[in-house]
């Protein structure tokens, strides 16, 4: 079987007694695009700067097309990355940002010039080739980046959270426009992000990272519908908890109450239960909870609202028009769909 193209086996990175990274492994197949997820200070930038060799682990190994890279200084090895600042250089305009590291023997002036051509055309600033960075808007600036980082035609393409400088226009432009660019080009791309949405809609493969580890890595459906454990049920897109115990069939919560659930913890096991907004049923069927609408958040082509359901706090989605004269204080019966509810132990 062949080997991943990027191999991370290992690796952890001590600073004094706090571990930032611990015995993280992972696979990332030539051109996959991979999105390093989780909450600030999880280790994901630890580990993108580990990759570039910015960041020598304290133990472990990784390889790059079968090559060991782990103490490679950055200058020898196979990479281009995009910074969240961007890090042009404001002297400099957009061409020779581009064209900055296109250098020595193997660039000779014809080829850096259809190069700078190629990449300028491919990021759409060919008409902003003449100008400097505080001439441009802070999308175009990001593609200027990116056009620099793809400059030397890397096996490997690393970004820092390259999006989040941006509006939320802008930014979900771009994001549309860097998938597509990426699978265009083929190039393995690892991202690191704290935007759950942005890493659902971007990668093939999500690792979800939490205190120095990966604990959970698959596609987007199965991290948002299989999600391995507590943590990433409540990280992972948007969803409503409570805690119950454990029982035949189902949990119990504080009132009693037996709900539905597919479970095999053991009878009287301490969990949290979670639920998809889009997953609670505005219904009166067998079993349906008394709900008081105690909310109503309108986003547009969707209303969410908060409920109450007999002490549990849920959310559930609407579509606008469904809304009716439904106004706060309503009382509604609500359903939860046994295989809908995620329940883990809690410390699971």
Same mark, same amino acid.
């Given at each position: ?8 086996? @290992?690796?952890? #990175?001590?600073?004094?007694?706090? =571990?930032?990274?611990?015995d993280v492994d992972i696979g990332v197949e030539r051109g996959e695009f991979?999105?390093?997820? !989780?909450?600030?200070?999880? !280790?994901?930038?630890?580990? *993108?700067?580990?990759?570039? !060799? &910015? ?19 950055? =200058? ?19 061409? +020779? ?24 055309? *491919?990021? !759409? *600033?060919? %008409? ?29 393409? &690393? ?33 690191? +992000? ?31 519908? #299989? ?27 504080? =009132?009693? #109450?037996?709900? /539905? ?5 053991? %009878? ?7 639920? #998809?907004?889009?997953? $609670? ?5 067998? @079993?349906?909870? @008394?709900a008081e609408l105690v909310g109503i958040e309108f986003l547009g082509s ?17 579509? /606008? ?6 106004? $706060? @204080? ?10 809908? *509810?995620? $329940? ?5």
């Amino acid at each position: 079987m062949q080997r991943p193209y990027l191999r991370i086996e @290992g690796v952890g #990175r001590d600073f004094g007694t706090f =571990s930032a990274l611990v015995d993280v492994d992972i696979g990332v197949e030539r051109g996959e695009f991979l999105c390093l997820l !989780g909450p600030s200070g999880c !280790g994901k930038t630890t580990l *993108l700067r580990a990759i570039a !060799g &910015l960041d020598v682990p304290t133990r472990g190994e990784i390889f790059q097309d079968g090559k060991l890279i782990t103490d490679l200084p950055p =200058s020898q090895r196979d990479f281009g990355i995009v910074f969240q600042s961007y890090a042009l250089f404001p002297n400099m305009t957009v061409a +020779t940002n581009v064209g900055y590291g296109l250098r020595g023997p193997a660039w000779p002036k014809a080829r850096v010039a259809a190069r700078l051509a190629e990449l300028l055309a *491919l990021v !759409g *600033l060919a %008409e902003q080739a003449g100008r400097y960075p505080a001439q441009i808007s802070g999308g175009q600036q990001q593609r200027v980046a990116l056009a620099r980082a793809l400059a030397n035609e890397p096996g490997l393409l &690393l970004l820092d959270e390259p999006l989040s400088a941006l509006d939320a226009i802008v930014r979900l432009h771009l994001r549309t426009e860097l998938r597509l660019l990426q699978r265009r080009l083929g190039v393995t791309t690892v991202m690191v +992000t704290h935007d759950q949405e942005e890493a659902l809609s971007l990668a093939d493969r999500v690792a979800v990272m939490s205190d120095g580890r990966v604990v959970q890595i698959g596609t987007p459906q199965e991290v948002y519908d #299989r999600p391995a454990n507590a943590f990433v049920a409540g990280f992972v897109g948007r969803s409503a908890s409570f805690a119950a115990r454990a029982a035949p069939g189902g949990v119990t919560i504080a =009132s009693g #109450r037996h709900i /539905p659930a597919v479970t095999t913890l053991p %009878e009287g096991t301490p969990v949290r239960a979670f639920i #998809r907004p889009e997953d $609670v049923m505005l219904a009166d069927t067998p @079993g349906s909870l @008394g709900a008081e609408l105690v909310g109503i958040e309108f986003l547009g082509s969707v209303c969410r609202l908060d409920l109450d359901a007999e002490g549990l706090p849920l959310q559930a989605e609407i579509a /606008p028009r469904a809304l009716g004269g439904l106004a $706060v @204080g309503a009382m509604l019966r609500v359903a939860l769909p046994p295989d809908k *509810l995620m $329940v883990f132990a809690l410390n699971g």
